[in-house]
């Protein structure tokens, strides 16, 4: 037991923090973080709001308040601060830098993949999905436990 649990909490440690060093080192000369790439990535698709953009990259509000200020500031974004529920839309030039992110992105979903099976890379989504989602029940399940 002991020896699963390590494994799958240091495999999904070692991940992210890869993930996040390759965002990093990719955005270094923009002077960006992983947080600025991800609200990219999301507004390139549709404008969102804050509140989307928290919700879809798990990060608080108050930092994805902090990531727009300085995406704004920077000339990549349109966004309205004072405004309830305003859109985030891309400027040309975080057009061009969603452009960049998508192209580092799709190398770097290649690399880490490059060993795998078309099959293998679907199980392989499926049981992360399915881990997701049994780890968030669980969760719910203690919070709820906590409350009582």
């Known amino acids: 037991m002991q020896n699963r649990f390590e494994n799958f909490t240091i495999g999904v440690l070692k991940l992210n923090k890869l993930v996040q ?38 990060e608080d509000k108050a930092a994805i ?39 580092r992105a799709s190398h770097a979903v290649e690399a880490a993949g490059k060993d795998l099976t078309e099959e293998e890379r679907e199980v392989l989504y499926k049981a992360l999905a399915s881990v997701s989602h049994n780890l968030e029940e669980y969760y719910n399940s203690l919070q709820k436990d906590k409350k009582q």
């Open 65 to 103: 308040s902090r990531a727009l200020s300085l995406l704004k500031q920077n000339g990549y974004i349109n966004y309205n601060t004072g405004k309830y529920n305003a859109e985030v839309t891309l400027t040309e030039e975080g057009k061009k830098l969603s452009e960049y992110i998508e192209e």
């Open 21 to 58: 060093r390759i965002k990093l080192l990719e955005m270094d000369d923009y002077g960006l973080k992983a947080i600025h790439v991800m609200c990219i990535y999301y507004a390139a698709g549709r404008p969102v709001t804050a509140g989307e953009l928290a919700r879809l990259t798990l």
